[in-house]
DNA sequence: CTAACAAATGTAACCGGTTACATTCAGAAG
DNA sequence: CTTCTGAATGTAACCGGTTACATTTGTTAG
């Protein structure tokens, strides 16, 4: 059942068909009737494959991410659905588990795809510039070695999430602060360990390098730095972890350790993964806005696609606190540091 | 840069230039080096639009989740990439979340896909079949409401499963053992319900449908139940969950009750996500092989679209119990049941 | 050396839409 | 009743591959 068989049935031409069926103003009603008739009772539907071809557009977008399963990647996947499917775009989906064997350079280099949002780029600015030569992208989160500047990226400030950490800590009474981060080379990474140690510079603390421990995201290294950190004769009182999983991981250890949560330490995570309301104690965190996140890199790219300019280049979204149950106040005796 | 351009510079035809490509023999090795050759200093690649059009084939299955950020369905869903990748196929993905409006029929009628693996489908055999005509369609996992005989599937056997779990808390001691579950008709919600029953009677007890706990797969459900569970005066020395959101809900909301895992009651999950080996007590659980779920799967419906005939139509893998230490064993006295 | 046949290559139709351009048509003006 | 004009419609080329079939080339046997 093609164009031509509707064109005939209807007795028209297949140019008119086609113009009833983009909506095409230039026929007359009666025509449009005609066609819209045949085509209801024909069953017809238009074939994608040939209307690409012709209209040389896929109408697809590659969305690449580390992994789906984290929250934070999954809700920006979400946004990003929400928006392109609506206007008639279908994504197609690339975990890269941090590998950097993917099958992403073909896709892009048979035009499979219009355009990228990436929501992991863990490469230097040459090495994308090379492999996306040409294709339109824009640069969800923090995944980053490098905000690049010629590209748009839309992302949450890092820094002052994380200074909002330290600053809650702080403010509770903690002097003693540790850090949990990630020892990969990208932007997020940076930037909250970067925000933790202006959170004890604006508190008066110092930083102490040896209260500073970095392995992956993942909840084992939590696990794992934890554990280190329990090895060094210091203990702080409060832990920043630049993520949730991290921090669970952390958790762990120290539970098995028997130290308590909040009780013997309190600790703050990051990103507010669905799970963390349901810990026990309930895990206070940061909340990055990931659905908008994505609605915002899928808005731009589609702008982008649409041959538009865009508003801005680089569009930082806000975080949020969540105060739960793993961090208590310190009574001003066990503070230990300038009695007065 | 076309395919004729190639063939011109080459000094070959275009069909020549389509059969070294593509690899056919009966090109002299002479020819298809010239060809190579061509291919290489014009810096060719075939427009896959216009391939696709002409094979008629769009290399694009359709995989329809739930929500991706489920452990289990995004390990299926690794599992499917890990296969159909390799084949040279892409996956449009397609999160439901317990919707009915998505846009899969679109995807379905113009073609856009060659198949679909569904992680779910609550739907009647009759809408199923509607929705789906003519599509090659594989069904992964159980979230259906009917395993349809005619449809092929894979999947674990959740009767089986959740015998195993409750014949590790009977064996642990446990006599009053409650269930946590999803209200939902789905053949998993229900199978793990009849697994639970027919463990309890494996081992001699009764089912006291006072202890049977149904309402969502989430973490939210499970905090919900658990609290509906404290407010009988008949609390459970055990609890089997058939999800490990619906547990660790529920240990969330015992928690709050200053009721203690295990000590006070032991409790057992299903599907072993990633969270569930960093609770504290960590979870023990049942876990489902789901990437292999998804490989199988894939390779089912890739054989089906490559117009093979499949081994099996029904694929059951197998469940594996997690032990850790979220129950515990019961002493002799405590049991309170037929004394010797 | 040529017939006979297989292997290699080329030609052109085809996949099913879109659209530039040509043609026809309807209504208004003269 | 023409003529003119813009709207409506049709014709056919085109998108860039694939492939049936035709043609040419090469090989072997007689």
New binding site residues.
Partial sequence: M???DVAKYA??????V??V??GD????Q??KEKVLKAVEELNYV??T???N????QSKKILVVVPRVSNAVFSSIYHGIQNVVNEKGYQVILIETFNRRDSSVPELIRDRTVEGAILLSAMMSEEEFAEKFKGLPVVLATDNLRERIQSTPSVSIDNVLAAEKAVHYLANLGHRCIAFLGSRSDSIGARERLEGYKNGLHQHGLKVDESLIFEGEWSLESGYHLANQMLFQKKLPTAIFAASDNLAIGAISALSEQGVRIPEDISIVGFDNIAVSEYLTPALTTIEQPSVQIGEKAADMLLTILDHQLLEQMHVELNSKLIIRNSCRRMKYLERGDEPK
């Fill in positions: 093609k164009m031509r007795g028209v031409s297949v140019a008119t086609s113009r069926l983009k103003d230039n026929v007359r009666l025509t238009p074939n494959l040939a209307r071809l012709s209209n040389m």
